[in-house]
Nanobody, 125 residues
Framework: QVQVVESGGGLVQAGGSLRLSCAVSGRTFSSYTMAWFRQAPGQERDFVSAIAADGGSTYYADSVKGRFTISRDNAKNTVYLQMNSLKPEDTAVYYC??????????????????WGQGTQVTVSS
């Protein structure tokens, strides 16, 4: 059974930074496409960023491009989301997701096989 566990959320002031981590159990992490999604109160869960299995390709929502950076360490079975220049509208529960297929439709939630429980990020103004 694959387990996905996020960490690193918290409360930060606008303009600040946070780094989220997502640890994935199992021996096949290096074959997974990984992604981050987020859900703000009263809103649908939206795509934030994704990274290919080999780390060679990255994808970002327009709202976070230039501020967030996704990366992965396949030796540690971990994917990261470095979030800089945070804004109050970044406040949400952030979810990490994994899937066994390639990089087509990376922004589509239903294509992901495994999900974490989420970590809260709150940005105060």
């Amino acid at each position: 059974q694959v387990q996905v566990v996020e960490s690193g959320g918290g409360l930060v002031q606008a303009g600040g930074s946070l780094r989220l981590s997502c640890a994935v159990s199992g021996r096949t992490f290096s074959s997974y496409t990984m992604a981050w999604f987020r859900q703000a109160p009263g809103q649908e869960r939206d795509f934030v960023s994704a990274i290919a299995a080999d780390g060679g390709s990255t994808y970002y929502a327009d709202s976070v491009k230039g501020r967030f950076t996704i990366s992965r360490d396949n030796a540690k079975n971990t994917v990261y989301l470095q979030m800089n220049s945070l804004k109050p509208e970044d406040t949400a529960v952030y979810y990490c997701a994994a899937r066994v297929v390639g990089t087509f439709r990376v922004r589509t939630q239903s294509t992901y096989n495994y999900w974490g429980q989420g970590t809260q990020v709150t940005v105060s103004s």
